[in-house]
């Protein structure tokens, strides 16, 4: 099974075969197990062995299959399953740090994501130091000796600046401190996160695990000790767990995610291709264009450029809602890595509460128009988004 490759991990790693042999993986929609005797039941609660599950908070078969499978994909010992990509973010962190630890986060970051570390973390006594994630001399002069996690977003929204992995990692292992990535926008399929150093990956398996925008979910990957010890005790007792039905939904998402994840980034980088110079816009962001501004560092960071561009559309926002508007297969909405393909205006949705000031800095424009490519055609899709541009 070690011998694997990631395409055939996704279909059969963490496969459990209930007592009839079933081909699909089975849905156990129950919140608990039935004890033999009262002795089994103590020893269960003493320690449960690895087929042997007590409630569903703490774990059910469905769902230790799902964790099971993308640890194999990822390549991490372990993993545990949560209600969302947000149960994950805040359960790496929150887990692991106490009131005097000190942390280090790119500031780019989802709006969730901020939160957590901004006004929940610091709430609690924790330290939050923000830097510019590209910036290598900010992470330098931000990590100390007392630094106990780092964390960013490797692929950042929606600018789609890349953060070295490798680099930081090898800064904060300097101090021992632990390297937490948000890897969404890398995927798990182009994703080299372990091996680049990260030591925890969180994902929001609502994006391109599930890919068909059915479910909320979300993981944390990492060693067996961290994720076991740490992770697992926390999550179990305040309530994040992922539902058994959603877990197999997830597990059927990882069956095909190497195929649509491919697909989707060949017509994203197609797309970004074919817009990059339209007089149309002013910029087209995306991470393996020759002309973005970490482009060496894209390529050697992920086999592929990802499922989302961006484009900044001249005559700002009225041009951009225009453009969103005459749109008719690209759907608005604020999901991504969905078959379908999705468009999102950040500045007045996902990023409206930020302060000017700071969309400004993180070059969040208002003609700015982030597009989640999908599986449709690509010859439609560019035709619907040229079509769109021509109307302005
Ligand atoms: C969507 C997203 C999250 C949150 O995931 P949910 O499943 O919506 O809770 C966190 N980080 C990134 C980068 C995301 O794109």
Redesign the pocket.
Known sequence: MSDWKPRTRAVHSGIRRSQYNEVSEAIFLTQGFVYDSAEAAEARFIDAGPDEFIYARYGNPTVRMFEDRIAALEGAEDAFATA????A?NGALTSMLKTGDHVVSARAL?G??LYILEEVLTRYGVEVTFVDGTDLDQWGAAIRPDTKAVFF?SIS?PTLEVVDIKAISDLAHMVGATVIV?N??ATPVFSRAFELGADVVVY????HIDGQGRA???VILGTQDFIRKTVEPYMKHTGGSLSPFTAWMLLKGLETIDLRVRAQAQSAATLAAKLEGNDKLSRVLYPHLSSHPQFDLAKAQMQAGGTVLSIDVKGGQAAAFKVLNALKIFTISNN?GDAKSIVTHPTTTTHQRLPDDQKQHLGITPGLIRISVGLEDIDDLLKDINHALDVI
């Open positions: 969302s990509g947000m149960a973010v989802f969730s994501c977003e929204n948000d969404v926008f929001s398996a609502t994006k909320l979910g979300g991504l």
